[in-house]
């Protein structure tokens, strides 16, 4: 037991020695990673969830009557130790998991359920909530409090605390296998991307540019194959891959493991998870009194209904699909001409759009690359983020990391004060898991006095070759960009409560901020002081300039079809009801036949690998938000390419304010409203995307 003290000659965790129960002494009371083992885990998880009922228990049954301060901010101050034990068993098990992580992973995201269960159905805390939030009016709350504590019963109320007794013991089970199933479905999906490699010959290099090779001879090293050259099913990898290789046998290969992910048959096959997912997820929408998972879903958020989202990408999809349609005439027109006898395939399109832009916009990410640098993208990003919000970074070597490769930043305001840490994590390895995200380590709030955030990037970015810096992709670079702006969203919060800080907000409003800041990564501005050559330091050509943002748009078909159509699919399985989805894989060929899926794209994200959906329900019947939000951010730089100055200072005091800083303390139109005078237009994004004008015939 973590309450009971062992002698330390026992190898004992418990408190006087589990670093996860101590007070930390480094710098701005970080986590010391260093000091913190995997055993660490299950005893303070342990301790947390004991104090963590403790005070919920003590709020439940306090004999006065329930008030805002009794019930709604003693609410707020309580799980502080299951906050911090979270963020850093959270941030290790993605970011750098092993064996002994995962296990501990399985077990507690039941205990988990376990225990918020009983939290979220306590009739009598929520009786004390409903009382305050009948009563609302009458309270003399800042809009603030009065946004927290709507936010409060609703969470309380949608998690079915006023469900009666039978119907609460189903859904805590429910919620229990739930939980399992979401660690089941994202631990075979890391399995099956472990496991899969393709070795490169000398022979299986035609095409592959360096910096390509250079990742290939990085990523074996990391799998302990020194002097070798490997292809992975990380999409850092996969893509280049299939954009160079000029082997059509091994593009092949590549595409069908990649796809194949998490649908192989094997013991990581995801199959039945996602069929036994829907199920309860149907199940549970029912008990609440919702037909389905998606009307439920939705009607916390932004767009409220199923059929608001769905009209949404409708509108893009037509523009988006014929586009693509006439590419596809465009890429075969090519292989017949270069002589080839064959129809293009899935594992084609890539390769010869990269063709295709070649010759019509007379540019190649290759040619880019060389002015991508890791080094001076982060530097673009910080330097944005100067003009803008007068943020001010300085590289830190003093605060502990969970792998060498971490870098920590201090970020200072326009005055100088202390804001937040900023830590990132840019490198694939075989310990991440894949994709890229922003998470925290601590959120801000002041509550009881300041609290500054520490706020994560990772990303899975190929190093560069021995002695040479990273090189980015321009997707990559878009990546690194978005991933900054969440993490803006979380160290320039500036609000009182803990659960409306940051990015807690709407996940149609979450996209927001980060592919707004997209915006300026792609700017000519930007780019000619950031993008440098690696080797000569000259500044990017202008003319090299020029192709490529005119090479923007190119291949945009493609891009938004696979897309809208995961986002469609994400829609219909948890629109339809859960018994037509036996079989995940006819489903989604019916499905896909439905909208008229050109043959040659395949989904973004396949439903077995479809961890936005199923790793966990955040993302589930939520898909489209990134598309929701895009409709805003298109609409939202905007108002900076009005004023004519990309960095205008009165529109980015009203970005600050409205959008940037204040997490979920505001109804997300309300704030989009007051940031922009107006509601936003779905134009804006159809026009960045260039499906605004009929495609040219192929
Ligand atoms: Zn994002």
Same mark, same amino acid.
């Given at each position: 037991m973590s309450d009971t003290p062992q002698s330390p000659a026992s190898g004992s965790v418990s408190s006087p020695d589990n670093p996860l129960l101590k007070p930390w002494q480094t710098p701005f009371q970080t986590p010391p990673f260093g000091e913190i083992t995997p055993e660490h885990? @299950?005893? +303070?998880?342990?301790?947390?969830?004991?104090?963590?009922?403790?005070?919920?228990?003590?709020?439940?049954h306090d004999p006065s009557a329930p008030d805002f301060a009794n019930t709604i901010t003693a609410l707020e101050r309580s799980g502080k130790l299951l906050a911090k034990v979270s963020a850093v068993?959270?941030?290790?098990?993605?970011?750098?998991?092993?064996?002994? @992580?995962? +296990?501990?992973?399985?077990?507690i995201s039941l205990r988990m359920a376990r225990h918020w269960n009983p939290i979220m159905m306590n009739a009598v805390l929520f009786g004390r909530i409903a009382q305050i939030h009948e009563n609302r009016t009458t309270l003399a709350l800042t809009p603030e409090q009065l946004r927290l504590l709507e936010r409060t019963y609703t969470r309380f109320h949608r998690a079915g605390a006023g469900l009666d007794d039978t119907a609460k013991v189903r859904m805590a089970e429910i919620n229990e296998r739930l939980a399992?199933?979401?660690t089941t479905f994202s631990h075979h999906l890391l399995g099956d991307e472990q496991e899969w490699l393709l070795e490169l010959g000398e022979d299986d290099l035609d095409g592959l540019p360096d910096s390509f090779v250079a990742a290939a001879r990085a990523a074996a090293e990391e799998r302990a194959l020194p002097?070798?050259?490997?292809?992975?099913?990380?999409r850092s990898s996969m893509e280049p891959f299939l954009n160079s290789s000029n082997r059509r046998d091994l593009r092949e290969k590549v595409y069908k493991a990649f796809t194949a992910r998490g649908n192989n048959g094997n013991a990581n096959d995801n199959n039945a998870t996602i069929v036994e997912i829907l199920a309860l997820r149907e199940e549970s929408a029912n008990l609440l009194g919702y037909p389905t998972f998606a009307v439920y879903r939705l009607e916390d958020s932004m767009a409220k209904t199923p059929e608001a989202a769905r009209s949404l990408l409708e509108r893009v999809w037509k523009p988006a699909r014929a586009r693509a349609l006439a590419d596809r005439d465009a890429l075969q027109a090519l292989i017949a001409e270069e002589g080839g006898n064959f129809t293009l395939a899935p594992w084609d399109w890539r390769y010869y759009a990269e063709k295709l832009r070649q010759i019509r916009a007379d540019f190649d990410d290759a040619a880019i690359k060389p002015y991508l640098t890791l080094e001076g993208m982060i530097a673009?990003?910080?330097?944005?983020a100067n003009r803008l919000f007068g943020l001010t970074f300085l590289e830190r070597n003093d605060i502990p990391v969970w792998?060498?490769?971490?870098?920590?930043?201090?970020?200072?305001d326009a005055s100088g004060k202390h804001q937040a840490l900023f830590y990132g994590d840019y490198f694939a390895r075989a310990s991440k898991r894949s994709g890229a995200w922003m998470t925290s380590l601590r959120d801000q709030q002041k509550l009881d006095g300041e609290v500054a955030p520490l706020v994560l990037n990772i990303c899975n970015f190929a190093k560069g070759a021995e002695g040479q810096p990273a090189l980015l992709s321009p997707d990559d670079a878009r990546t690194l960009f978005h991933e900054f702006g969440h993490g803006l969203h979380g160290m320039l919060s500036n609000v009182t409560y803990p659960s409306l800080s940051g990015t807690s907000v709407f996940i149609d409003f979450v996209e927001l901020p980060s592919q707004l800041y997209e915006h300026w990564q792609e700017q000519p501005q930007v780019l000619r002081q950031f993008a440098k050559h690696y080797q000569t330091g000259e500044p990017l050509p202008d003319d090299l300039l020029k192709r490529f943002l005119a090479a923007r748009q190119f291949n945009q078909g493609f891009a938004t079809v696979e897309f809208v159509a995961s986002a469609l699919i994400d829609?219909?399985?948890?629109?339809?009801?859960?018994?037509a989805v036996r079989d995940v894989g006819a489903f989604e060929r019916t499905e896909l036949e439905k909208i008229g899926m050109p043959a040659e794209i395949s989904l973004r994200h396949r439903p077995t690998q479809f961890g936005h959906i199923f790793s966990g329900d955040h993302y589930a019947a939520g898909y489209y938000s990134y598309m929701w939000s895009e409709v805003m951010d298109a609409d939202a730089f905007g108002a900076f390419e009005e004023t004519g100055d990309i960095f205008d200072p009165a529109t980015a005091k009203r970005l600050h304010d409205d959008i940037y800083s204040s997490g979920g303390s505001r109804d997300p139109e309300e704030a989009y409203v007051a940031f922009r005078g107006r509601k936003p237009e779905a134009d804006a994004l159809l026009r960045r995307r260039g499906l605004l004008e009929t495609p040219q015939a192929a």
């Open positions: 885990f @299950l005893p +303070a998880f342990e301790q947390a969830f004991i104090d963590h009922a403790a005070e919920v228990a003590a709020i439940t068993f959270y941030d290790l098990v993605s970011a750098h998991s092993n064996p002994a @992580l995962l +296990a501990i992973d399985k077990d399992h199933l979401g002097g070798k050259a490997i292809v992975t099913t990380s673009a990003a910080f330097d944005c792998h060498p490769d971490v870098r920590v930043w201090e970020v200072k829609l219909e399985f948890h629109s339809q009801p859960a018994s």
